[in-house]
DNA sequence: CCCGCGGCCGGGACCGGTCCCGGCCCACCA
DNA sequence: TGGTGGGCCGGGACCGGTCCCGGCCGCGGG
């Protein structure tokens, strides 16, 4: 029943009084180098830890930041969870973890972002995949740094955002398409509740439009299963097959790639593809998947860093990283006999 | 600069003691229920919330459970984090993560594992790829309930583990294309160094043996590059081609299907092809992936659940999950001209 | 009528730190 | 030699809960 050593244990050990011990640990100047040499023995002989959770009751500080992961379809969410972690260790926070899952009432946010609060966290990112799922945050005051990681914005100017540059990521996609010399680009889309598919599809049509070429819109979920369905709705349709296919994402790519393989459709000869995401493996895809690359785990860092920042007095930020093209073998010009 | 109400100011407005407030808040039994109902009332009308950390100060609980992410190349881990999470917060228990990347000193996760307990976690969950990374766990004398969700064992009895059976799932691959009529089936092993690996190169001997059946072990390191690499080399010897190929995992599995493309091996016709994991997207590769499905939601699930019983009273244990074959396109019977 | 008992509630001592404030000692200078 | 200022250290009051212990009051039995 020996609880761990305390304070003032180590200042009975060291002959001081607790309050010094204190000063050893936090590195306050004013101790004389012997004294804290003498401390440290001590320390090191009781095998003393400071109890954090006293430490945060009284100083109000608990050195840990909370993430809140709503949504489970987030397929990259690893990634930005380990740069999240990465960046927060470097930073000297903890990260402590609370998801939300299945429906979303509005209430519900709010009520996981106070548990968080309760547990005296200095700050809160926020990782969901579409909008709806944090709009309970318009209007709220909010007790500490919050930063969504999210496409997408919510009328809330205390809040940060960080997002990868979608329409950008489309525009290159559909850029290199078109430099390519393709004039008929269809794009898949994923579930146009999340934002990020919306602002793919912006990008798309923006690019069309400045090329002036044509394009054909279908929509799908993200999932393989749905590329795969509007690819072959795609060949099946009466009208002329579009040269060239940006996949709302990767997965959606494969869906595209096996459906094209059932047809005999060949990539990149008869059509060319384009995914997004980059995800592990899409290089050895057949043929090899050009895509747009996401650094995800930059994604989770920047929030961290942000929120870091804003802890030190900073104002809420909006952060967007560039995405990069990736080309592989998907993607050819389009065949001049067409 | 008004702080948050705390059970004294509760106390006040409901005309009772800090005590009884407290009792309310606990749904201790010995309230009269009109008492109950005017704190209750008081509670509502500060929005008052009880601090967490104050609590575990002095009851010792923290009602937090610690999860170490040991190793980034966890292909799977947003699944297993995603299990812990759920089981967590359904017991009542919070999640504090803290990672290690990179090269591991043994010490280093002591440390990790101290920082942990110094946050006054009540038990530990680790999630390591290899053995050698919690190797340091050995003789350790363990604070708080620690399980390891990983294959392959630390000799300390206070350890619990949760792994998915790889030996089982190797097995079930294997008599699988046995059953097919396969006589010479090459494993792409991963990295020998993940305990993973080696059980299922075990499975995959042992079953092999039982059949009396060839085998051909090439060693690689789960990713899709060294599977297509790999399924290159087999091509290129100069001794006989399998009829069937064991990926390591589906990675591998797709780089297997890169490399047999650009060589023109036909899978299922020319040679068998199974995977392992049933990642997201494996039944739409072409052909459509035979493999074996981890669940790893459950994986995470479990060892919550383990810890949470260890943290009632019962003993380590050792948990075995059954993974399942799910059977697709890429395996059919070998050629019977060959 | 008194005592005992049980339901309900309050006093107050912690938990293990942080930090303001104030006191000691000693060197230095007038 | 007395004053003073600064470096070093200690006392003690919190932070906001939990929980042991003990007091009050009403009721039933001896």
């Not at 761990?4 to 180590?10: A, L, Q, S």
């Not at 050990?13 to 100047?29: C, D, L, M, Q, Y």
């Not at 819109?217 to 296919?245: K, N």
């Not at 005999?264 to 050895?284: E, I, N, R």
Request: hydrophobic fraction near 45%; aromatic fraction near 4%.
């Amino acid at each position: 029943m020996n609880r761990p050593p305390g304070m003032m244990d180590v200042a009975r050990e060291a002959g001081v009084s607790h309050i010094t011990v204190s000063r050893v640990v936090n590195g306050h100047p004013s101790v004389r180098p012997e004294t804290r040499a003498r401390v440290e023995a001590a320390i090191q002989k009781l095998g003393y830890r400071r109890n954090s959770v006293a430490r945060a009751l009284k100083s109000r500080r608990s050195s840990t930041i909370g993430v809140v992961i709503v949504g489970s379809e987030l397929f990259e969410l690893p990634r930005i969870l380990l740069g999240v972690e990465t960046a927060a260790k470097q930073a000297g926070y903890w990260v402590s973890l609370a998801s939300r899952q299945g429906e979303s009432t509005t209430g519900d946010l709010v009520e996981t972002l106070q548990r968080l609060t309760d547990q005296s966290v200095e700050a809160i990112a926020i990782v969901a995949d579409h909008p709806l799922a944090v709009e309970a945050l318009s209007g709220l005051v909010l007790e500490v740094p919050v930063a969504v990681v999210m496409s997408g914005s919510v009328p809330n100017p205390g809040l940060s955002f960080v997002e990868v540059d979608q329409e950008l990521g489309a525009r290159l996609a559909v850029r290199h398409l078109l430099d390519l010399g393709h004039r008929h680009i269809a794009h898949l889309t994923g579930a146009p509740r999340i934002f990020d598919a919306r602002a793919r599809v912006d990008g798309w049509q923006a690019e069309l439009a400045t090329a002036g070429a044509e394009g054909t819109l279908l929509e799908g979920d993200f999932s393989a299963e749905s590329g795969f369905r509007l690819a072959h709705r795609l060949c099946a349709a009466g009208t002329e097959m579009p040269t060239a296919v940006f996949a709302g994402n990767d997965q959606m790519a494969m869906g595209v790639l096996a459906a094209f393989a059932e047809r005999g459709v060949k990539v990149p000869q008869d059509v060319s593809l384009v995914g997004f995401d980059d995800m592990k493996g899409s290089g050895y895809l057949v043929p090899a998947l050009t895509t747009v690359r996401q650094d995800f785990a930059h994604l989770g860092s920047s929030a961290i860093e942000l929120l870091v920042r804003m802890l030190g007095g900073d104002a809420a930020e909006r952060q967007k990283i560039a995405p990069e093209l990736v080309v592989r073998r998907s993607t050819a010009a389009p065949r001049v006999d067409s």
